[in-house]
């Protein structure tokens, strides 16, 4: 058994687990509550929480797993993209747990974690993991991207967003509504009781397998402010419509290029993976396209999807086996380098 421990702190999210080869005995997040009175992440305040909860988040991940520091064969950590200082932290404290264990480093890629996330297994694992060559979607609050999985060394992305992210598409929109942050999980929460076609919003013309999301963000906001001069109770009465309205829209738009990419490869090994994969309505597309078009669809378990370390960890076991290792000299990127 090759035991690993992951550390994931790109974000605003503290996080460690512990694997055994591809299975995870233990998954940590400790989630800081500090950004929800801004809107948003602020920076330093995540480096700050990141610094306060990892030792703790480490400590638990190492307890639920029931194993001993003595019994790693390595440590593993996010390298980027993310924000520098919260990387940071998890970078420090990998090098130096790494240097007083005396076991090898290993960076991830934060992006390829989320689509090698697919191999992580557990007690309830039924299905096997999606076969080469996939096609992976991974939608976050950073990124939004279809990646050719051909191995796990082996990566193209084939198209990306050439600006605003999905995740961030959701969380603009929910900000518009004066719905907290992140407003993603609160769209998809009131759009269960909204009519989906209530109302419509533009969908971008862009050629190819690249997205954009930007005018679709604009025009919730002219169609908003529009209504709200005629109602100023507009949003408030159709909270639900709107928000199943602006999700069904996102989900057509991604759903629309994933089609592409499978019609273009001939690939229909279809996998979804970051924070917006958690969308119901997203899954629910996916499920009914495996349907209609003969696709394999894989979907991550809700914590899996999310920012979360077993992802970092099974990466970790995968580069562990090339003998992939990283130096004391390595250091954290932001933007992605693919
Ligand atoms: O992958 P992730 O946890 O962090 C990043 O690497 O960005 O993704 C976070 C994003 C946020 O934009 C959040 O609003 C979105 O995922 N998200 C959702 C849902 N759950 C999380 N968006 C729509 N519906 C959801 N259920
Ligand atoms: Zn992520």
């Known amino acids: 058994m090759i035991y690993i421990l992951g550390i994931e702190s790109s974000c605003d999210d503290t996080a460690a687990a512990v694997t055994a080869d591809d299975h995870i005995l233990s998954s940590v997040t400790a989630n800081q509550e500090v950004h929800r009175n801004f809107g948003g992440v602020v920076p330093e305040l995540a480096s700050r929480a990141h610094q306060q909860n990892i030792v703790p988040v480490i400590q638990a991940a190492l307890h639920k797993a029931n194993i001993s520091k003595n019994q790693l064969a390595a440590v593993a950590f996010t390298r980027g993209p993310g924000l520098l200082g919260s990387l940071l932290v998890g970078i420090s404290f990998a090098k130096s747990f790494s240097l007083g264990m005396n076991i090898p ?145 996102i989900v057509d738009i991604l759903v629309q290029k994933i089609k592409i990419a499978a019609d273009q490869t001939g690939i229909h090994e279809i996998a979804i993976a970051g924070g917006v994969s958690a969308n119901s309505a997203l899954r629910q597309a996916l499920l009914d396209a495996q349907e209609k078009h003969g696709w394999n669809v894989f979907i991550p378990r809700l914590e899996y999807s999310t920012d979360n370390a077993a992802m970092i960890a099974i990466t970790a076991y995968f580069k562990y086996q090339k003998k992939d290792f990283a130096d004391l000299s390595v250091a954290p990127y932001a933007r992605s380098s693919v």
């Open 105 to 249: 480093l290993i960076e991830v890629d934060h992006l390829q974690a989320h689509i090698l996330a697919h191999f992580l297994r557990d007690e309830t694992s039924i299905k096997p993991p999606p076969a080469f060559p996939f096609l992976c979607l991974t939608v976050s609050g950073g990124h939004t991207q279809i990646t050719l999985v051909r191995t796990p060394y082996d990566m193209e992305v084939i198209g990306r967003t050439i600006d605003d992210a999905a995740g961030e598409t959701f969380d603009k929109a929910a900000k518009i509504m004066g719905l907290p942050y992140p407003g993603g999980p609160m769209i998809d929460t009131f759009a269960k009781n909204g009519n989906p076609a209530a109302f419509r919003f533009s969908k971008p013309v862009i050629p190819g397998l690249d997205f954009s999301f930007s005018g679709l963000k604009t025009s919730i906001l002219y169609f908003l402010r529009d209504r709200l001069k005629e109602d100023p109770d507009f949003m408030e009465k159709n909270k639900n419509d709107l928000c199943a309205s602006i999700q069904s829209t």
